[in-house]
């Protein structure tokens, strides 16, 4: 299986499409499965956008108590180094991930399609200046919500909260990737949330052939040419 799936590789015109399964290795709780982030926290208050706009200081406290020492100390693992490997060897042309905590741009990925934003990044809601997490650590010791040091106004974070559309572009260029690769491999992700999840179908449809990379059953398993079930960061080396 992994030998014909190698061989596809190397033939090129391959795309990674990843969730959160390939940074759990890396320490980062997933959002569904065992230990996921949603069974503890309930996302229509942690991730949605009418929530944060009710009670900001909610979001803020779970970034602080749970994010940030992630964010802080990134350690991409051997999936997100196998990626980045690929991509140096020419053997693949982009990463379109869901994930928000940067590890495929730490690990060396240069072409990285962001599709849910990043939690590396924010910006003031009155003023629009940005920020990196680096600038808002010693804020955060201070406030809850953290706010602007131009204007006072409050920060958020550039991820794609609930009930927000996807950043201007993201999705149509992951489409467009998509749909002329040769090969998509779908790594550690649950294929539940749209319109992202709507990525793997578009790209065979379009005549590519898709590798699922995942430690349980999804619901893309049926429409795959190989499904690998185990943890990515063990999977993944064995393509290179
Ligand atoms: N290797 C491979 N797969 C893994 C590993 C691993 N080490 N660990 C977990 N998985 C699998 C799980 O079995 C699960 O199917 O990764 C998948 C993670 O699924 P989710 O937690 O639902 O994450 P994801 O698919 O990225 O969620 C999509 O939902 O809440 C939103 O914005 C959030 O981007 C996220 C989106």
């Known amino acids: 299986m992994i030998a014909s799936l190698k061989e596809a590789v190397n033939f090129g015109g391959v795309v990674a499409f990843t969730g959160a399964g390939v940074s759990a290795e890396s320490g980062i709780p997933t959002y569904r499965?065992?230990?996921?982030?949603?069974?503890?926290?309930?996302?229509?208050k942690y991730a949605s956008i009418d929530y944060f706009e009710q009670d900001p200081s909610y979001?803020?406290?779970?970034?602080?108590?749970?994010?940030?020492?992630?964010?802080?100390?990134?350690?991409?693992?051997?999936?997100?180094?196998?990626?980045?490997?690929?991509?140096?060897?020419g053997k693949l042309q982009a990463v379109i991930t869901q994930n928000i905590d940067g590890l495929h741009q730490e690990a060396g990925s240069r072409k990285?399609?962001?599709l849910h934003g990043s939690s590396r990044k924010f910006h003031c809601l009155e003023c629009c200046r940005s920020y990196l997490l680096e600038e808002i650590e010693a804020e955060l010791e201070k406030h809850l919500?953290?706010?602007?040091?131009?204007?006072?106004?409050?920060?958020?974070p550039d991820i794609v909260f609930f009930g927000e559309m996807l950043p201007p572009g993201a999705i149509e260029e992951?489409?467009?990737?998509?749909?002329?690769?040769?090969?998509?491999?779908v790594i550690g992700s649950s294929l539940v949330v749209y319109p992202a999840a709507q990525i793997p179908m578009a790209a065979k449809s379009c005549g590519a052939r898709l590798a699922i990379i995942n430690d349980e059953p999804t619901p893309?398993?049926?429409?795959?040419?190989?499904v690998l079930m185990g943890k990515a960061g063990e999977i993944l080396p064995q393509l290179l």
């Not at 499965?33 to 229509?44: E, I, L, M, V």
Request: aromatic share 10%; proline share 8%; glycine share 6%.
């Open 33 to 44: 499965g065992t230990g996921g982030f949603w069974t503890k926290y309930d996302p229509d």
């Open 145 to 156: 919500p953290p706010l602007c040091a131009d204007c006072n106004g409050i920060l958020r």
């Open 220 to 226: 893309a398993d049926g429409l795959s040419d190989w």
């Open 112 to 114: 990285v399609i962001e």
């Open 174 to 185: 992951a489409m467009d990737l998509a749909s002329r690769a040769s090969l998509l491999l």
């Open 59 to 89: 979001y803020w406290r779970f970034f602080r108590d749970t994010r940030l020492d992630l964010l802080r100390h990134p350690k991409p693992n051997p999936a997100h180094l196998a990626l980045a490997e690929l991509e140096t060897r």
